[in-house]
T-cell receptor, first 115, second 111 residues
């Protein structure tokens, strides 16, 4: 089965440190999403890309978060500087988005703890 | 107000029970609807798409009410293995593919 691969699976860091999360989408998928999940807020959309171009990053705190897709096999989400409130599970999902169809496949997530 | 809302539960039901979840959405331009299942400490996985005429997959039935802007999921003859969090997802019209999720409804099926 094709899968979305995320690294790291777990990350514990101290406040103020830079954190970079990586995602390898499924080959052939044209859209990549970054979501953040917490108990309080649920699954929040941070940013997404279509054919590597950013479509919407309005869900992302702009001052400390950045998302890029340097090539078709890699999407990154960077937090600099990290804060305790960034502690969450970050999911990457990819899909082949066509009219009337939008099924996403999620990666296993990166569990971030900021102390 | 969140764009997609669900009752977080938990819903505690005995095995064999029928249970239903609702999910409301605020954007009338929403186009496509889905139910995802998420097991504890795992990623969400697609359970089923929701079609305008309603659709069924085994013990699961999904329905859409555009006039009232909600979707529902009905689980019949619930099994212990159905215990999970059920997330509804809404895709806006247009081809951007933006998919917004509800907070999820937790189901616990007891023996």
């Amino acid at each position: 089965d094709a899968r979305v691969t995320q690294t790291p699976r777990h990350k514990v860091t101290e406040m103020g440190q830079e954190v970079t999360m990586r995602c390898q989408p499924i080959l052939g998928h044209n859209t990549v999403f970054w979501y953040r999940q917490t108990m309080m807020q649920g699954l929040e959309l941070l940013a997404y890309f279509r054919n590597r171009a950013p479509l919407d990053d309005s869900g992302m705190p702009k001052d400390r978060f950045s998302a890029e897709m340097p090539d078709a096999t890699l999407a990154t989400l960077k937090i600099q500087p990290s804060e305790p409130r960034d502690s969450a599970v970050y999911f990457c999902a990819s899909g082949l988005v066509l009219p009337g169809a939008n099924v996403l496949t999620f990666g296993a997530g990166s569990r971030l703890t900021v102390l | 107000r969140k764009e997609v809302e669900q009752d977080p539960g938990p819903f505690n039901v005995p095995e064999g029970a029928t249970v239903a979840f609702n999910c409301t959405y605020s954007n009338s331009a929403s186009q496509s609807f889905f139910w995802y299942r998420q097991d504890c400490r795992k990623e969400p996985k697609l359970l089923m798409s929701v079609y305008s005429s309603g659709n069924e997959d085994g013990r699961f039935t999904a329905q859409l009410n555009r006039a009232s802007q909600y979707i529902s999921l009905l689980i019949r003859d619930s099994k212990l293995s159905d215990s999970a969090t059920y997330l509804c997802a809404v895709r806006y019209s247009g081809n951007t593919g933006k998919l917004i999720f509800g907070q999820g409804t937790t189901l616990q099926v007891k023996p």
